[in-house]
């Protein structure tokens, strides 16, 4: 690839590929949501579910916070919930997904219909294609969608749950119903993610927000199968693809073979340790404890130095919190971690040297 081509590719796009970048690029998982004013503004009006399925509204709010910070992407508004709702599950958002009649039988399962996104979410495609053109500074948008587990756990527990576990032991107690399952979610999701990259969103993201509930076995069994599934049929899209893990320090083997081109983590897990068993395959994507943003300013940039330091100087760190911005974070504080991780890296030395090489 040849510097003008690397040059004309957004920072983030070229982390995602490994490719060498001027600066460090960020965002922030939830980054459209109730931390910022303008957005409980527009909420006090209109309860969430109707924000995501208005193509003005959820694409106004997806860019809310790139107008405010130097953000490095934009990731669409919506919910990992919102494709079961066009499947016809009956859920509500209370604030965490409730779903009405948990789904614990074959018969149930069966009489899950596939996804067809244009007909089932067209809202979704429509912000998609409202978001694009207006994108500040051209960041790209990132789709995303929940990993087939993630969604199996709350339409087995019905709602949100520390432990999820009427989800865990389902697996154990009807591993074959629950194999049916993940294959009919798995490509659900591969259908929607397919149609977000057809309506132009430039990367996909599934987010696994409880992969650490399970151990390795288990894991491979049914979470990571599955994602195999989906992420297997994305390939042809030509987006990359990003596979967020959370509390998965101990499944960082189990996805070093997964066939995506970035993957996210947590807090938890030490970034240069991630990077190791990951090999230089995979960009990596995290992980500052989103507690850290309630740290003094200068606390707060030793803290984000820590994460770039463990990230060390190879191309392919997307800078992001661990999980999702909390509600009560003040945005100051995101903007200087923003700022911060900008100006830090495109001081850095290796970042310049890497800058030239290519
Ligand atoms: O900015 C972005 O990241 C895009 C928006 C986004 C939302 N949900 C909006 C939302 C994204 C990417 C999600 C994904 C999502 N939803 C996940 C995976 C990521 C993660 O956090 O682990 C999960 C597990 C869900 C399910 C879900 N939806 C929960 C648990 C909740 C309630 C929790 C909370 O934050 O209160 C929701 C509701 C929800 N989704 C809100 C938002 C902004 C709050 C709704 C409101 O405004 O009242």
Redesign the pocket.
């Known amino acids: 690839m040849s510097v003008q081509a690397v040059r004309n590719t957004p920072v983030f796009l070229s982390a995602c590929l490994r490719q060498p970048v001027s600066h460090t690029p960020v965002w922030v998982?939830?980054?459209?949501?109730?931390y910022l004013p303008e957005y409980r503004e527009l909420?006090s009006k209109v309860a969430?579910e109707a924000l995501t399925r208005t193509p003005e509204l959820a694409a106004e709010v997806t860019l809310q916070p790139l107008r405010r910070f130097e953000l490095d992407a934009a990731?669409?508004?919506?919910?990992?919930?919102t494709p079961l709702q066009g499947m016809g599950v009956d859920l509500t958002?209370e604030?965490?997904?409730v779903v009405a009649k948990p789904i614990r039988t074959d018969a149930q399962i069966d009489a899950l219909p596939e996804l067809v996104p244009e007909r089932d979410v067209p809202f979704v495609l429509e912000t998609i294609k409202l978001i694009r053109p207006n994108v500040p500074r051209g960041a790209p948008l990132i789709g995303?969608a929940?990993g087939p587990f993630?969604l199996l756990c709350?339409l087995v527990c019905g709602r949100?749950s520390k432990e999820f576990g009427a989800a865990r032991s389902f697996l154990y107690a009807q591993p074959q119903a629950a194999e049916r399952l993940l294959d009919k979610l798995a490509d659900a999701m591969a259908a929607y993610l397919g149609a977000q990259a057809a309506a132009g969103a430039q990367a996909l993201m599934l987010?696994e927000?409880w992969a650490g509930l399970l151990a390795p076995p288990e894991f491979n069994r049914f979470a990571l199968r599955a994602v195999r599934r989906t992420m297997a049929a994305l390939r042809s899209t030509g987006v990359p693809l990003i596979y967020y893990v959370?509390q998965g320090s101990a499944l960082m083997e189990s996805v070093a073979d997964l066939d995506v081109d970035v993957i996210g983590v947590d807090w938890r897990s030490q970034l240069g340790t991630v990077r190791r068993v990951l090999g230089p395959e995979k960009a990596v994507q995290g992980n500052l404890d989103p507690a850290a943003l309630f740290a003094e300013p200068d606390e707060l940039k030793r803290h984000v130095d820590a994460v770039l330091d463990a990230a060390g100087p190879a191309p392919g760190h997307i800078f992001n919190l661990g999980?999702?911005i909390w509600?009560e974070t003040s945005p100051d504080a995101v903007a200087r971690m923003v700022d911060y991780v900008h100006e830090r890296t495109s001081l850095a030395p290796f970042s310049r040297a890497s800058g030239t090489e290519s």
């Not at 990731?75 to 919930?81: A, E, P, R, T």
Request: no cysteine.
């Open positions: 998982m939830r980054q459209a949501g109730r909420r969430f990731i669409l508004f919506s919910d990992i919930m958002f604030p965490g997904p995303f929940g993630t709350y949100p987010f927000s959370n999980h999702g509600p």
